[in-house]
């Protein structure tokens, strides 16, 4: 799930899930879907039936490969509506380019060989690569282009909570794009047309944090061996070892790759946690503002007293931070993590484009709701720019209905991040911590209600908050 280079500036679009439904393509009209939109567990539960959502994670998610066999063929055709060869030559009009968009490649004596061309795809052009030198095709995130991909992959990423990429592979018959490897993500293979020859082999890294080719003499023989079919589903964890080819007899096969969790681990979080726990308890400890031993960093071993030393201490300042932690007297931030994935996520799933506040605004005596949950986070932190001696700690709520879904999972260069970290959300004092926390929870809640100390305080809350397309009155 790679991020990729940086995409243009596009319109944006924001939409309020609570508003009618203006005409929609006929991918989105169908009736016959077999996945079910009514919520994100729905929708997930829907993706891997029969199959349970408990039984999954408790048997199969980070654990080993499930293969999901459908007969039914209403599943295959809406499999199938996902994307054609037909979307690819359209799209490719739009001004899709090698490396950014599409990568065009073969798998030669076990080394993936890379076709690709410079600048604009010209579809006559890549469809003379593909025949002439029987290469797939990656076309990286269709869902910035494809609504129902859009509309599918936003749903999921508010059930996992992380980021939800997707890439198409177009692979000729008797062909192979990429060498056996590894990848960091969950990844969920659907069979849209045409069979796919998995095989799979146990991971050398369990749960592996980074991508890696490997040789065919090193990883042993396949413990699955798979064709898949058009509306089957295949799921592998990260770090499973795999390869796949498009069989004799089958002319094309165009498979989706939908690829969540990464850099989500147990050890990301401490990443992320740390630094600030640390920083807050530095500020409360003296032990901890105390100078190190004299000549510690030119002579430290951890063999030496003065290393041995050196560990216990630090150990037992750990201990008192953990302990801190379990008691629940440190409220975790995770805020790094949560403004990468607001930032980045896809923005809600829009039937109609608003360019200002649905609906009437709030007053005292209105109840109101909070939406897009899914899109909101709330984090505490330093103000930005503070030029007091003591830092001043602030609420933002960041929220990702501006986020652009032409650049989703197209990657972004810091300045880009910075200035979006800015435009897509809003500042208020530490006092409104405990009042959007309010709106977080409750189904409903009258204005007047919210616990701030004044009513101007009350009533600028929900009008900034409905400024955003964040609130609503019932």
Request: with cysteine; hydrophobic share 35%.
């Amino acid at each position: 799930m790679p991020k990729k280079s940086k995409t243009p500036s596009v319109k944006r679009r924001i939409a309020d899930q609570e508003q009618p439904a203006v005409k929609r393509s006929k991918e989105e009209q169908s009736d016959t879907s077999p996945l079910c939109f009514q919520s994100p567990a729905t929708l997930f539960e829907s993706l891997i039936q029969p199959m349970g959502t408990d039984r999954f994670f408790s048997e199969y998610w980070e654990k080993k490969p499930l293969h999901l066999q459908r007969s039914d063929p209403g599943t295959a055709s809406y499999y199938q509506s996902l994307f054609q060869l037909c979307d690819l030559q359209s799209l490719c009009s739009q001004g899709l380019e090698y490396y950014r968009d599409i990568n065009v490649v073969r798998c030669v004596n076990g080394k993936k060989k890379l076709l690709n061309k410079e600048g604009r795809v010209k579809h006559s052009v890549l469809n003379k690569i593909m025949s002439q030198n029987k290469a797939t095709v990656q076309y990286h995130q269709p869902q910035r282009f494809k609504d129902e991909l859009w509309r599918i992959q936003e749903k999921l990423e508010c059930f996992f909570g992380a980021l939800v990429g997707s890439n198409i592979y177009i692979t000729p018959e008797e062909s192979q794009g990429l060498p056996p490897h590894y990848d960091d993500v969950e990844v969920f293979i659907l069979q849209l047309q045409g069979q796919k020859h998995w095989r799979l082999y146990n991971p050398t890294v369990p749960l592996a944090a980074e991508y890696s080719v490997q040789s065919e003499d090193s990883i042993g023989i396949p413990t699955h061996d798979i064709i898949l079919k058009a509306g089957d589903l295949l799921y592998f964890p990260r770090g499973t070892i795999h390869q796949a080819r498009t069989p004799a007899g089958v002319n094309c096969s165009i498979h989706l790759t939908l690829s969540t969790y990464q850099r989500m681990s147990w050890g990301d979080l401490l990443l992320d946690v740390f630094p600030s726990l640390l920083c807050g308890r530095s500020r409360r400890e003296v032990s901890l503002r105390e100078g190190m031993a004299r000549r510690l960093l030119l002579v430290i071993t951890t063999s030496s007293s003065a290393g041995l030393h050196t560990n216990q201490r630090l150990a037992a300042s750990l201990r008192a931070l953990a302990d801190e932690m379990e008691t629940g007297a440190q409220d975790l931030g995770f805020t790094h993590m949560k403004r990468d994935f607001i930032m980045n996520r896809l923005p809600p799933y829009c039937q109609q484009q608003l360019s200002s506040p649905s609906g009437k605004s709030p007053g005292l005596e209105d109840t109101v709701i909070l939406t897009f949950k899914d899109h909101v986070v709330i984090t505490v932190e330093p103000r930005p720019q503070s030029t007091d001696d003591a830092t001043e700690l602030v609420v933002f709520v960041l929220h990702s209905l501006k986020n652009q879904r032409e650049g989703h999972m197209m990657g972004d260069s810091c300045d880009d991040q910075e200035e979006r970290s800015i435009s897509t959300g809003l500042q208020f004092p530490l006092s409104y911590l405990q009042a959007l926390r309010q709106l977080q929870l409750a189904e409903q809640l009258v204005v007047a209600q919210l616990q701030l100390p004044t009513q101007e305080d009350k009533l600028n809350l929900a009008l900034a908050l409905w400024s955003e397309n964040l609130l609503r009155v019932l």
